[in-house]
């Protein structure tokens, strides 16, 4: 589709190092300034998908930039400006080595692992007898491994310390502000009629030696959220809560035999079934900042987001 950004091949003016991830394309300028472009890439199973998703990286970098202006009262973050829809540019951190996730509800990756019979996550006990989407006592951080390449791996608070990965002093500062930064975000979703059912922060430190938060927030990549109105009547019957994320992607794939192991293929995504995520990640957009989407034009995506960041850069 010639609607969607797919990839990007930009010569900014002072580049000086360029990073591919899954989703977004990352631009070092001067060697302190990062252009991070998101792209309509989407990714489940640690596999990034071979058709683009239109408005999608408009969807989670307008998000993002949202939700970063309303915590940045909690910690400071990496942005400064976004001269795109699709683009944020922001100040470059060096990266903690973890993603800190947090869970409010029994779901996704924690209930798959409790079904199999498993009572403990990164070091963090769960309790007998509870039932899919059921929700916690109490939040749980289960933190991974930021792998440059493969699959993130679930870690202990435990292992991140005695592999000294983070310093207990800055991983304490890690826990609080993961805590802060989910119970700000539940506090939003609520006021939407939303949930906030888990999520992941990245973490880095800035130039000054700052804890900063960087990447995204509160997207429907990086979060999952259920309708909270008939959440309990659904839990009661045994059924699943109506949810916004991208987990409606990975059971897709599930049901047409994909889960990212060895000789499973990627099942054929046709354009209706990309135009319908799309429309998933609109809804999300709309429900969870209280906006009305404003679709961007998108018939030479990748010349507009080019231009508008020279255009920044340049000014």
């Not at 903690?96 to 869970?103: G, N």
């Not at 390449?149 to 500062?173: A, F, P, T, W």
């Not at 609080?176 to 930064?181: D, F, G, V």
């Not at 293929?265 to 319908?276: A, D, G, Q, V």
Request: with cysteine; net charge negative.
């Amino acid at each position: 589709m010639n609607n969607t950004i797919n990839e990007t091949k930009f010569n900014l003016p002072n580049q000086t190092s360029f990073y591919k991830g899954k989703v977004r394309d990352v631009y070092t300028v001067n060697s302190d300034k990062l252009v991070m472009v998101t792209s309509d890439r989407i990714s489940a199973f640690d596999h990034v998908l071979p058709e683009g998703i239109p408005y999608k990286g408009q969807v989670l970098n307008q998000i993002a930039a949202k939700f970063l202006d309303a915590t940045a009262d909690i910690v400071p973050n990496w942005k400064e400006a976004n001269p795109d829809p699709s683009v944020t540019i922001g100040k470059m951190c060096e990266p903690f080595k973890v993603e800190m996730v947090i869970r409010g509800y029994l779901t996704g990756h924690a209930w798959r692992e409790y079904k199999s019979g498993k009572r403990m996550l990164c070091g963090v006990p769960m309790p007998d007898g509870m039932v899919e989407n059921q929700k916690f006592d109490n939040p749980i951080l289960t933190p991974t491994t930021k792998a440059d390449i493969g699959h993130d791996e679930d870690i202990s608070r435990e292992e991140i310390l005695s592999q000294n990965i983070v310093s207990e002093k800055d991983y304490i500062n890690l826990e609080n502000y993961t805590k802060a930064l989910f119970q700000r975000g539940t506090e939003i979703a609520a006021e939407k009629g939303l949930i906030l059912v888990d999520t992941k922060y990245e973490f880095g430190k800035d130039k000054n030696g700052i804890i900063t938060l960087i990447d995204e927030i509160h997207t429907p990549d990086s979060s999952r959220y259920f309708y909270a109105e008939g959440y309990e009547e659904k839990i009661a019957k045994g059924e699943s809560p109506k949810q916004l994320s991208k987990e409606f992607v990975r059971q897709w794939l599930i049901e047409n035999g994909f889960q990212g192991k060895e000789g499973q293929s990627i099942p054929n995504m046709s354009k209706e079934f990309c135009e319908s995520v799309s429309n998933r990640y609109i809804e999300l957009f709309e429900y969870i900042t209280g906006d009305k989407f404003i679709k961007e034009d998108v018939q030479n995506v990748v010349n507009r987001v080019e231009k508008n960041i020279l255009n920044y850069l340049n000014s």
